[in-house]
């Protein structure tokens, strides 16, 4: 982006390599006979972008080359797949006020949106900020760093070094099983689009007490916490948030200079999930099941308003669940408390790999006035979910919840909102292919 010290970092970064520096607009330029300006005034932005793809195209083809380009590069397919051929994109970042300081009132490019060059520049970044984010493979924020570190990180994580070093910060998920978990996917690659010095692991955890040691004696960052720990981990924490409370369990915890606080994102990433397709509050919704994922949805749907009705194979658990949240109960086979319901949920792990063709209640028992939900995301279109879409009810997949808790995760680990995009890209290639028991 204009004022983001492409050119003063890629030289520096050039010479840092050994390499070569070419910035694709001064070459534009000099192949047009005149300044970028001009030429957008006399001939259009389309004209400039044709010109510009084509010399991207050429130096893309070049080896031990550091590319400057300007912002807009992004918005052609062809470019970026011509610039990851061979090569990595970083993204210099900075914040749009500082932008704004270095380039001065006015710039000296002409507007993309016809508006005042302060907004034109908010606008433009604004539309372009995810774009950046799916594309960059690395990001250095340039706002508080000087041109010189800015290409030693770069350098650095080009070369390799800079993913892992002595200041890494290491977060990771406990539990048992968790070889097969998606969260390290997730995770990483949002670090990466971010370029934060961040690592995610899995961590196969028999003894949560031993574990929870681990996490104040290695200054661990943060973790997220899964089967079978998350009661235990309520005990062993130094604080626990009123997210955690609310359900009695704990799936994440963050490390504040050796104090522990207990989170707990399930639930409302399954509000946020469910609620894209359809607002809880006044609607009727039958929860299948009562154990950790049930509880933290069940506290999450009671809050924003939904009337519950909980079945559970032991219908006793449900009715325990139901007398904290002033619900209706039943046992698993008490369907026909489905026929009247706006919502569905099913939150056992009934239907899930390598059982998928099982499915908590009859396909008789759904109706097209529902929105159907199941937390099981392994397959992602479940035995339940088919059957849904079959009576023509609306169906959310348990991969959403997924993906927003380990958002709410990552922004607990790093104080960062989370590149969604990023991490649903990573998510889906995981789920794309093999399935994960
Ligand atoms: P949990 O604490 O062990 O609870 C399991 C619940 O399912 C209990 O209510 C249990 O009933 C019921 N159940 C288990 N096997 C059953 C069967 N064969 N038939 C009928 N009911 C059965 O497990 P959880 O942590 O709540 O997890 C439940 C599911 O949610 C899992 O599939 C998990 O993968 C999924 N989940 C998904 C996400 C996500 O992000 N999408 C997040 C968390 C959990 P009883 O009480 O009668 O034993």
């Known amino acids: 982006m ?23 607009d001064d070459i534009v330029a000099l192949q047009a006979g005149m300044s970028i300006a001009e030429l957008v005034k006399c001939h259009g932005w389309e004209a400039f972008r044709e010109r510009e793809a084509a010399v991207i195209g050429e130096l893309a083809s070049q080896d ?19 610039l990851r051929k061979r090569g990595k994109i970083v993204w210099l970042e900075a914040d749009i006020d500082i932008l704004l300081a270095r380039l001065g009132e006015h710039g000296d490019r002409p507007s993309l949106t016809g508006r005042p060059f302060a907004e034109d520049l908010r606008t433009v970044l604004t539309a372009r900020y995810p774009i950046y984010l799916k594309t960059a493979d690395f990001s250095v ?14 350098a650095e994580f080009l070369k390799g070094s800079g993913s892992i070093s002595a200041a890494t910060l290491v977060c990771g998920v406990i539990g048992n099983p968790v070889a097969h978990s998606l969260s390290p996917t997730m995770h990483n690659r949002a670090y990466r689009a971010l370029g934060l010095d961040y690592v995610y692991l899995a961590f196969t955890t028999a003894d949560i007490n031993r574990a929870v040691d681990g996490i104040r004696g290695l200054n661990i960052r943060g973790v997220s916490v899964t089967i079978p720990h998350k009661e235990a981990a309520c005990q062993l924490v ?30 409302a990433a399954a509000l946020r999930a469910i609620e894209e397709t359809t607002p809880v509050k006044g609607k009727q919704a039958v929860l299948l099941g009562a154990g950790g994922a049930a509880t933290a949805i ?31 109960t039943g046992g698993l086979d008490d369907i026909t408390k489905i026929s009247g319901a706006d919502i569905l949920i099913n939150a056992t792990p009934v239907g899930m790999w390598p059982e998928t063709e099982a499915s908590p209640v009859p396909a008789e028992a759904l109706h097209r006035n529902l929105t159907v939900f199941d937390a099981v995301y392994n397959p992602r279109m479940t035995r339940l979910l ?29 104080g960062r909102e989370a590149p969604l ?6 998510l889906n290639e995981a789920l794309g292919g093999e399935d994960h028991a």
């Not at 924020?141 to 770069?154: G, K, M, V, W, Y």
């Not at 006793?316 to 002033?326: D, I, T, V």
């Open 2 to 24: 204009r004022g983001c010290g492409k050119t003063t970092v890629g030289k520096l970064l050039a010479a840092n390599l050994g390499m070569d520096f070419a910035d694709s």
């Open 238 to 267: 130094d604080e626990l948030d009123q997210s955690a409370r609310d359900c009695g369990a704990v799936n994440t915890i963050v490390n504040d200079r050796g104090m522990l606080r207990g989170y707990n994102s399930d639930g």
């Open 421 to 426: 995009e990023v991490m649903a890209a990573a």
């Open 141 to 154: 924020d340039t706002s508080d760093r000087e041109p010189a570190a800015i290409a030693q990180l770069i």
């Open 64 to 82: 031990n080359t550091v590319i400057g380009t300007g912002g807009g590069v992004i918005t052609r397919e062809e470019n970026i797949a011509a």
């Open 386 to 414: 088919c059957d849904a879409g079959a009576a023509g009810a609306k169906i959310v997949p348990g991969d959403k919840m997924l993906l927003y808790l380990a958002a709410a995760q990552f922004k607990l680990f790093t």
């Open 298 to 328: 069940a506290a999450a749907l009671n809050g924003a308003g939904a009337r519950l009705t909980i079945l559970n194979r032991h219908p006793e658990r449900a009715a325990a669940l139901a007398n904290r949240f002033n619900a209706a």
